[in-house]
Nanobody, 122 residues
Framework: QVQLVESGGGLVQAGGSLRLSCVAS????????MGWYRQAPEKQRELVAG???????NYGDAVKGRFTISRDNAKNTLYLQMNSLKPEDTAVYYC????????????????WGQGTQVTVSS
């Protein structure tokens, strides 16, 4: 089982940027497929981005061209750089580990972080 701890959320104005981090422990991070999901109030959890152990990335349609997922295997850390933020990006963002990347989509695995709140004001 992988333990995940997110950080970096906060309040930002529309058009601004934030970088989320997720530190993983308890498993071989470098071989894990990883991803970010988000959940806004009264909405289903949705894929933000995924990255395979080999570094192949995929993104949800709502964030393509604005968000970038990356990983630092030496630090056991997953990142999400969020630029050009919009009010509709407001959500709790969750780190996920151990999923499956196929067909240009990251399907969540069983390990989740506690979530970090991102709020974008207009």
């Amino acid at each position: 089982q992988v333990q995940l701890v997110e950080s970096g959320g906060g309040l930002v104005q529309a058009g601004g940027s934030l970088r989320l981090s997720c530190v993983a422990s308890g498993s071989r991070f470098s071989i894990l497929n990883m991803g970010w999901y988000r959940q806004a109030p009264e909405k289903q959890r949705e894929l933000v981005a995924g990255i395979s152990g080999g570094g192949i990335t995929n993104y949800g349609d709502a964030v393509k061209g604005r968000f970038t997922i990356s990983r630092d295997n030496a630090k056991n850390t997953l990142y999400l750089q969020m630029n050009s933020l919009k009010p509709e990006d407001t959500a709790v963002y969750y780190c996920n580990a151990g999923g499956t990347s196929t067909g240009g989509y990251y399907y969540a695995g069983g390990s989740w972080g506690q979530g970090t709140q991102v709020t974008v004001s207009s």
